[in-house]
């Protein structure tokens, strides 16, 4: 006896399968295939984890829930850098030290070789404006799929620089190694005794954030900074690492970004060394 087949469509669900109503997921899922207009619609897109073109997979329910933002990123980047801010009001530790120790006598330089302002253009506005062009030119992505990329992109350089600066600043504080010109900066009074271990008492700057800065040697916040931001665009712009910004070279005429990796190390090496 043949049994006759017959085609049933699916059932017509209100939310996806294996998900309850108002759960992370269910939200997470709705908010990729928000496409609705205004703000606040076009923030949520642009917040949302993956790529804003597609919409993120539902998982099974024994898989965990997709994060919905990122906004607890942006928060922790916030308390990082108010606890970098706590971190540069406290005095750093003061060595004691010797006049006779000819290693601390060098002149005090009012004018850096990388001044701060160009270390902030190398480290922070150069990786800031290519990650920008290289994105931008990208013909491979669409208008959404870049946003997300450099919304992610300037995430990480964030979070690498605001990271950096803080082990920075802590490790100095902490360790108070003296500066070649920490004499200069201390200004140290006439009766002060040569050949004694003497404390910042006998000096005479009253300008303190010169004086303490003379006890922020180590480690160098130049060089940190710098590869810190340098180092971040290195690893950006190498496909196999993290982020492909261009095709590798193949057959049909690509392009292959690998010849550019050493140029942000190298402008790094160089901040440093100055």
């Known amino acids: 006896m043949d049994v006759e087949k017959t085609s049933q469509s699916p059932p017509d669900y209100t939310y996806p399968y294996g998900t309850m109503p108002?759960?992370?997921?269910?939200?997470?899922?709705?908010?990729?295939?928000?496409?609705?207009?205004?703000?606040?619609?076009?923030?949520?897109r642009f917040w949302q984890v993956g790529p804003p073109s597609t919409p993120p997979p539902l998982p099974s329910t024994n898989q965990p829930s997709l994060q919905q933002s990122y906004a607890p990123d942006w928060l922790s980047l916030l308390l990082l850098a108010l606890a970098n801010l706590a971190v540069n009001l406290i005095a750093p530790f003061q060595r004691m030290f010797s006049l006779d120790d000819r290693?601390?006598?060098?002149?005090?330089?009012?004018?850096?070789?990388?001044?701060?302002?160009m270390l902030f253009v190398y480290s922070l506005a150069l990786p800031t404006l290519l990650i920008l062009l290289l994105t931008s030119l990208n013909p491979h992505k669409t208008r959404k799929q870049k946003l997300h990329q450099i919304h992610l992109s300037l995430l990480g350089?964030?979070?690498?620089?605001?990271l950096t600066t803080f082990i920075t600043d802590t490790i100095k504080n902490g360790y108070g190694r003296p500066r070649p010109d920490l004499i200069a900066r201390c200004k140290p009074k006439e009766d002060t005794p040569e050949h004694e271990l003497v404390s910042i008492k006998v000096c005479t700057?009253?300008?303190?954030?010169?004086?303490?800065?003379?006890?922020k040697s180590f480690p160098s916040g130049h060089s940190s900074?710098?590869?810190?931001?340098?180092?971040?665009?290195?690893?950006?712009?190498?496909?196999?690492?993290?982020?492909s910004w261009m095709p590798a070279s193949n057959d049909e005429g690509g392009t292959d970004s690998s010849s550019a990796k050493p140029v942000p190390s190298v402008l790094a090496a160089i901040c440093a060394a100055w």
Do not use: C, I
């Open 22 to 44: 108002g759960s992370a997921t269910l939200k997470a899922h709705n908010m990729a295939m928000n496409s609705e207009p205004g703000l606040r619609a076009k923030t949520q």
């Open 103 to 117: 290693t601390l006598h060098f002149p005090h330089a009012e004018t850096e070789r990388v001044p701060v302002p």
């Open 157 to 162: 350089l964030a979070t690498s620089l605001m």
């Open 205 to 215: 700057e009253r300008d303190h954030h010169t004086l303490y800065d003379g006890f």
């Open 225 to 243: 900074f710098s590869w810190s931001g340098l180092g971040f665009l290195s690893l950006l712009v190498s496909p196999p690492l993290l982020l």
